[in-house]
């Protein structure tokens, strides 16, 4: 069973609307509608497993070297302009 859909209104470039559309034409997909959310939910997965992998590597460094990783982190989040625990180290201690 499908969950429920919400609608909204997206404006895309004439050459993205036309590839879905041929995508509806020749079968590939139901509607430009289901195009859409198969490549958002493609992204959503990607970046998800990219975070599993980041967190999973983090977790790894800083086991392997705490002293080094804690520099790199205070490295990296000045390069961003962050502090160290914000953004790519979501709330994770060194």
Same mark, same amino acid.
């Given at each position: 069973m499908s969950?429920? !859909?919400e609608r909204t209104?997206?404006?895309?470039?004439?050459?993205?609307?036309?590839?879905?559309e041929q995508e509806?034409?020749?079968?590939?997909a139901r509607s430009v509608s289901a195009v859409v959310e198969e490549a958002l939910r493609s992204r959503m997965t990607r970046r998800t497993r990219?975070?599993?992998?980041?967190?999973?590597e983090?977790?790894?460094?800083?086991e392997r070297d705490p002293i080094a990783f804690?520099?790199? !982190?205070?490295?990296?989040?000045?390069?961003?302009?962050?502090?160290p625990d914000e953004a790519a180290f979501r709330?994770?201690?060194a």
């Open positions: 969950r429920p !859909k209104s997206i404006s895309v470039d004439a050459d993205v609307l036309a590839y879905a509806v034409a020749a079968g590939r990219l975070r599993e992998w980041l967190d999973a983090l977790a790894l460094a800083r804690t520099e790199s !982190k205070r490295r990296i989040a000045a390069l961003f302009g962050i502090e709330g994770r201690s």
